[in-house]
Nanobody, 125 residues
Framework: VQLQAFGGGLVQAGGSLRLSCAAS????????MAWFRQAPGKEREFVVA????????IYADSVKGRFTMSRDNAKNFVYLQMNSLKPEDTAVYYC???????????????????WGQGTEVTVSS
């Protein structure tokens, strides 16, 4: 599956952004999907992941209650709604796909073998 993330931009602290990730290829619903981010000078970190059906998601503590991931298997899209943004959310955000069994949600980057190109989010204070 090929992935393309978009929707990033510059936003003030407290604001919102919605990222999208379009997937092309077959059997999108056979992939768990995730968002990771990488801030300047830091390692890539897990943000959120969802099961193949989108019925369950796991969030990093740093974004819990502020970010919401969803997916539309009919349209081959995943989304990341980001509210109450903070300057520390500034990063390049990547969507990723993992071919896994139903119910499995990898939380480490090595569990994902398909990556989008990233979209940059900058939160100003």
């Amino acid at each position: 599956v090929q992935l393309q993330a978009f929707g990033g931009g510059l936003v003030q602290a407290g604001g919102s952004l919605r990222l999208s990730c379009a997937a092309s290829g077959r059997a999108f619903n056979s992939y768990a999907m995730a968002w990771f981010r990488q801030a300047p000078g830091k390692e890539r970190e897990f943000v959120v992941a969802t099961t193949r059906s989108g019925g369950a998601s796991i969030y990093a503590d740093s974004v819990k209650g502020r970010f919401t991931m969803s997916r539309d298997n009919a349209k081959n899209f995943v989304y990341l709604q980001m509210n109450s943004l903070k300057p520390e959310d500034t990063a390049v955000y990547y969507c990723a796909a993992a071919s896994v069994r139903a119910g499995i949600v990898p939380q480490f980057s090595r569990g994902y073998d398909n990556w989008g190109q990233g979209t940059e989010v900058t939160v100003s204070s």
